[in-house]
């Protein structure tokens, strides 16, 4: 074990086969953090290093989700 960045095999030799990808598991990551701590772009550039319009995309869906959940524990 060391320091040094991981490989991507040795993150997609345990995922093949599964049904998620590694890129679903990144997008549902970064949903979830924006869920959690809220819609806040800024936090999501600091956290995960996007660019500024992919984490107002990204807020903005949560945003949405948030709204859709709150509607629907009103009903």
Do not use: C, N, W
Not at 21 to 48: A, I, K, M, N, S
């Amino acid at each position: 074990m060391g320091t040094s960045p991981v490989s991507a095999v040795s993150l997609t030799t345990p995922l093949r086969g599964q049904t998620a990808t590694l890129e679903q598991l990144r997008v549902d990551r970064q949903l979830e953090e924006t869920l959690v701590h809220g819609p806040d772009p800024l936090h999501l550039t600091e956290v995960f290093g996007l660019d500024a319009k992919t984490a107002i995309r990204y807020t903005d869906s949560a945003r949405a989700l948030l709204e859709q959940g709150a509607e629907q524990q009103l009903r």
